[in-house]
């Protein structure tokens, strides 16, 4: 089953998602008697064991942050051949993918693992990379990835999106035409609705037109 929205599209994935193994041991904390379940940065999101037996499959492959940082020598070729993507996890620092290449824009592809479907860290990582760091190629959504997410992935600055295997990626692409007109300015567009339109108004009680502003007409 195809799962993946790219180009307002349901396509074909040509890419390949390299998991790590699982560890050794799983450690788990606990706070105020409950699980946690989310990581604080900083803390290695992989063991030298886990990035070592990571089976890197020869063609188009999507390849975790901390096998990239470890192993980037040996994938220089295949960089250079557009082959390899990076993904990272909510809790590691895009900063360290960034500092990791002369030119960030070298990777074709950089992916955002959603661990589960409150956690908003991953809006952050695309917005920072579209913007702070002139990303321009392709951000895809993998992980917990939910239709209602969608039109807010897209406002920042992801442009693909892996959805759950148990869910409909048909039934997920009409949410990116859920709202026809977003109020607040953001990555896709940065002119907030009020620079976007200009208001005619003749009279208080006068029936109100609007007029597109196209983006090189405001000062």
Not at 7 to 20: K, S
Not at 26 to 45: M, Y
Not at 159 to 167: G, K, L, P, Q
Not at 202 to 209: D, L
């Amino acid at each position: 089953m195809r799962n993946l929205i790219r180009n307002h599209a349901v396509v074909a994935d040509d890419w390949t998602f390299v998991p790590l193994p699982p560890p050794a041991e799983e450690t788990i904390r606990k706070q105020a008697g409950k699980v946690v379940i989310f990581k604080l940065t900083g803390e290695p999101a992989a063991t030298p064991e886990q990035i070592q037996a990571t089976e890197i499959p020869s063609g188009k492959v999507i390849i975790p942050l901390s096998v990239w940082l470890a192993r980037k020598e040996e994938l220089a070729a295949r960089v250079a051949a557009s082959e390899i993507g990076v993904w990272l996890e909510t809790h590691e620092l895009v900063e360290d993918l960034v500092g990791s290449l002369p030119d960030i824009n070298a990777l074709p592809v950089i992916a955002i693992h959603f661990p589960r479907f409150a956690d908003g860290r991953g809006f952050s990582i695309a917005t920072l990379l579209r913007t702070r760091f002139g990303y321009r190629n392709e951000i895809r959504a993998v992980g917990d990835v939910l239709r209602d997410q969608l039109f807010y992935m897209k406002r920042c600055g992801f442009d693909a999106f892996a959805i759950r295997e148990d869910r409909s990626a048909e039934e997920a692409l009409a949410s990116l035409r859920d709202f026809s007109e977003p109020y607040q300015g953001a990555v896709d567009n940065p002119l907030p609705v009020w620079r976007r339109y200009t208001r005619y108004c003749q009279h208080p009680f006068a029936e109100r037109k609007y007029q597109p502003v196209h983006e090189d007409e405001v000062d």
